[in-house]
């Protein structure tokens, strides 16, 4: 952990060096160093929405000359410059807001697309609504050019960008994007409500590329649909957060020192082919590089060059392995009457013409373990996607403590008291095994902890299902045992009402399923936590279970006790097919 | 290998502080120290890529051919010194974007230490660059910047020689006066562009003045290809001249398809009628009229030089319209330095404020705020080729009204 | 306002359509098969036209022998670029290799454009080839696009069946449809992408050449065609060459429509403004099966 030090206390010496710029320099020095930190601005801000949620907009630049727009506008009208680059950030942030609504029912290309068509739909707004914006004609300005207050506010965007970067990397909100850049499912059913996140990230970023683009309308003095909207600039940015590695901290400014300075010296020493030679160099990073220069293996032996490269992970001091005498969370009530934890009533999901789960009731008392079976497709998933509100089911109704998960969404119902496990885990995969705990425990219904302590907490979590030797180990590279006791771990850590456990013995030696079977166990009889557990793995389920439950085909064959259930015909027919000759 | 922290910061420092420097000074000539030693440098930026490339690509070689010929003529005499002293242009590429030309100019500037300044050209990148020219006190004559309000901020430095929209079509215009029976109505189409959409401004208001009625006026979008719409709109309103406001390239497909969808006329005129254009439309240009700004073989101050100068650099301005007018702030800035007769720039700034100066279009003297005006030739596509039908003493062929071929 | 100015602006529209999905048939198959997003498409359609259009003035080459050239030369020039620089992305995580796609395919459009502009000069060319215009009453139409139209739809019909009917065109679509399955199937998944690469390039060489007879092409300009081109291929449905087809001529009337009735300057505008809203209501477009 030292190197990460080592590195975040030299870089910000670049920025130290920048401060001296307007004194030690000549004023291409300084115009130079301005190109730099307005592309850093873009760069750092762009890759918020990227490095950290996932979402590729490689309409950024839009943002930017809104924002240009907007202070020429209000400039050219007699505002003053400060309001005017306020308005810029704030004409920014609002155009993302209203942006959100349709963006980000998109995901991955679609929506990298998406906002790459923004920039020639603002253009084209920016040629043809010419009683705002002048048109073909632009907007020229004259106002004051003080070259150092204007290269002071440049750098001051540029250290507050850097210090939102920190902040992101140790903050509920940013583990909040996180969770959303590995799995969007799996972070609304551990409680997190994406589309406020992704908004407000998407509104944050935003702002900067305004506040630099009303900077850079007042550093040219003039502005036209092109000069801010052209696609020819719009992706140098994003080619730069790309080039320097994407997600890490320091990567933009590595990317947009080099290809900045890269761009000024092929400007002035070839003469021609200038951008030949850039795409060149962006084509073969994207070739060999395309995790970015710092994400390089030839880097990583160098101590400090490794260190700019380290992804941020937040640790705690490793578990001393006394889990301590506080349960984990407060054991659910055992309530007096008999009133139900859950309570199915005809529910039915169809897609298409197909009902995958045709008319099923269920009702489950608190405290109980109850096997949900039946062959493939007999919609047992689909039943377990419908109680977590993954879908919305055709008709029926279901109540969670008597409260109707009708109109409910996923996070809400997380909230309410449903954890679940998944048939093939998913765990946020580039997170490491005490983070993907600490984000249950912070975005749980009950109880929500603190980021910092949530991170101490997780590792009691950790201890109890057996992984708190692998705190600081990347969930994507845990066994697959390991990845489905941190799946445990983390749906336990939401401290739920109800579990839904999703055939998590499949894969497993004996001995493997006999552990889980004992952290169920430990789950009913510690924690009142109620299980519905899918599987197909039948003495498993013997040994905990109080009832079973079969499906065929969608709908409810029988409920009643394992012996019952093994030998029901009906049921051996569903999993044998019929006249039963299959021992 | 251990290195104490305080040996790596120190490190740190002095590599960020070199590459600062570094960038700050590469290549980078000292500031003038004799007067009167070495070439006269001149710093330009010319859009050789990008947007604007299509006009000014040729260009980069063309400054140094200037360069060379107008050395092989003699330089500049500098009195102060008392002889003549050879030119160098350094120029780069601003790639037709104006953030670039401002780092640009700032090397320029402080980095190549020039004498001077030229150019550049287009109103967005010259509106930008000129706060650099009048930070740094150091006078430009700029080309092909016709926005009205670069002008009218009271800026000491700068001066610029154009094709500026009130001159434009002046001699088409008077041309027509003269013609019996003359046209009664016309239409206007523009590009959607701030000189384009200025032409059309101010000679609707020119042809209400001499009593033709204007009945349309539309904009069109460079980008659009299909130009149906406005050949109908244009053929429904049956006008005596169609007047097109654009750049070449944008009014090919529009004059192709208007003679597809056989929009009739007396006249059609397209105020960029260029080379390419009259190949690329082959039959379809005839009777088309424009305007041009110089034709090689009229003769004038320094027109011997320019043709070598264009010869040497294979530019064609029936092509390259827009050259005539680079070249003019080149002599311009040359005679200004002669005729201070010293390299101090406030010196020759207060020359090009208050004299004339020779081109091979006629004297060019700045009006106030330092804008010039190049008045341009009328010409008609005749049988294949464009001659000059205006202004008279110039004129090499009679214009032909009705045209037949748009009938 | 007369029927006959709509019926003219409908078939201006439905002539410019083909075209533009013809630009978008070489995307349509890439991305389906492939799902590589190649911001470089429209470029390569307009260094296709460029080439054609010097071969014609220069060399005197009538456009169906440059088309036959250019198809070969393409073809070969994209599975070298896919075998080289895209291929060996796949081995990557899925988001290096994402962005890895996306700084390759830049990268390419910038050099491209450049090094064009560089060799051929950055004016626009067209291949003025003119045939006299057919009249039909009061309607024109311009031969040189009916031609062309002629030339689109008897292609569409061409992959339609070769897509069918042949096995590599079987192939594609069981990728397209479930890369997992064909790849269970045993269809060999890397030769089919660098193949299916190619054969999208193929496709835009012919884009290119029959443009150019239509329209000036300039270095520049490819960009903004590949936001077209995806347009279309969204609207009409990823993989759906018919559907392409369909919404190329429905988003060239809308276009050709709305020139006239709001303005010639918000033309480009409705492209965009059509694919945010089918981006978001409809996301597998109006003729299109499953979203991407």
Known sequence: MNGSVKANTLMPLVFVAAAAVPFVTQSYGLAFSISLLSAFILAQSWDWLDGKAGYTNLGHFAFFGVGAYAFAILSSKGVAIYWGIAAGALAAMITALVLSFPLFRLRGNYFAFATLALLPLFEILAFNLTDITKGADGIPLSLPRQINLLYGLLLGGALAAVAVSFWLDRSRFGFALKAIRNDEQVAETSGIRIFPMKCAVFMLGSAFAGFAGAIQAWYLGYIDPPTVFGLDVALIPIAMALFGGSGLIWGPLVGVLILGTVHDLLLTHLPVLQTTAYGLLVLLIGRFLPGGLLRTKLLKKVPFLASLAQEHHDFAPSFSGDLGATPLFSPNARTEDASLVLDVQGVVMRFGGNAAVNDVSLQIKPGEVIGLVGPNGSGKTTLFNCISKVYEPTSGSIVLSGQSLASKRRDEVAHLGIGRTYQNPRPFGDLTVIENIAIALMFRGRDPLHHKQALVEAGRFAEFAGIGDKLSVRADTLSLQDKKVLEFARALASAPKLLLVDEVASGLTPTEVHRFIALLRAARDQYGVTIIWVEHIFWALAEIVDRIVVLESGTKLMEGSIEEAVNNQRVQEAYFGSKGEAA | MKLSRVALLGMAAAAIAGISAGLASSASAAPRTDKCAGPITFGTTISATGRNSTLADRWVKMTEVFETEFNKDGGIFIKECNKSLPIKIISYDDQSTPATAVTLYERLATGDNVDFFLGPDWSAVSFAVSQVVERHKIPTVMSNASAANIWTRGLKYIFGVQSTAEGWSNNYFEMLKGLSPGPKTIFFVAQDNLLTKDVVAHFSKKAEAQGIKVIGSEVFSPELKDFTALALKLRSAKPDLIYIASYDAPALPLIQQMRQMKVKANGVHEIMTTGKLIRTLGKDAEGLSGELSWLPGTKGDYSELIERVLKGSDVDVMDYLWTINRLNAYLVMMQAVERAGTLDRDKVRDVLDKGTFKSPVGPITFHEGGISDVPAFTTQVQDGKAVIVAPPPVAQKPFIYPSPSWQ | ?292
């Open chain 3, 1 to 292: 306002m007369d029927i006959t100015i709509y019926l003219q602006l409908m078939i201006g529209g439905i002539l410019l359509g083909g075209i533009y999905a013809l630009v978008a048939f070489g995307l349509s198959l890439i991305y389906g098969v492939v799902r590589i997003l190649n911001f470089s498409h429209g470029t390569l359609v307009a260094i296709g036209g460029i080439l054609a259009s010097l071969a014609y003035t220069d060399l005197g080459l009538p456009p169906y022998v440059s088309g036959i050239a250019l198809v070969l030369a393409f073809g070969l020039f994209g599975r070298l670029f896919f075998q080289f620089l895209l291929e060996p992305l796949s081995a990557r995580t899925p988001k290096e290799a994402e962005i890895g796609v996306v700084l390759v395919t830049v990268g390419a459009l910038l050099m491209m454009s450049d090094i064009a502009a560089f060799l051929a000069g950055p004016t626009p060319k067209n291949i003025p080839v003119r045939f006299d215009p057919i009249e039909l009453g009061d309607l024109i139409l311009s031969s040189t696009q009916v031609y062309a139209l002629a030339g689109i739809i008897l292609l569409t019909v061409a992959l339609h069946f070769f897509l069918r009917y042949s096995w590599f065109g079987r192939a594609i679509r069981a990728v397209s449809q479930d890369a997992f399955g064909a790849t269970i199937s045993a269809i060999p998944g890397k030769t089919l992408h660098g193949n299916t690469f190619a054969f999208g390039c193929g496709l835009v060489a012919i884009a290119g050449v029959l443009y150019a007879t239509m329209f000036p092409v300039d270095p520049y300009m490819g960009f903004s065609l590949t936001v077209k081109a995806f347009t279309i291929i969204i609207l009409g449905g990823i993989g759906n060459l018919t559907g392409s087809l369909l919404a190329g001529i429905l988003l060239g009337v809308v276009e050709s429509l709305a020139a006239f009735l709001i303005g010639s300057e918000w033309a480009p505008g409705i492209s965009i403004m059509l694919l945010l809203i089918i981006l978001v209501v409809r996301p597998q477009g109006i003729f299109g099966g499953k979203p991407a």
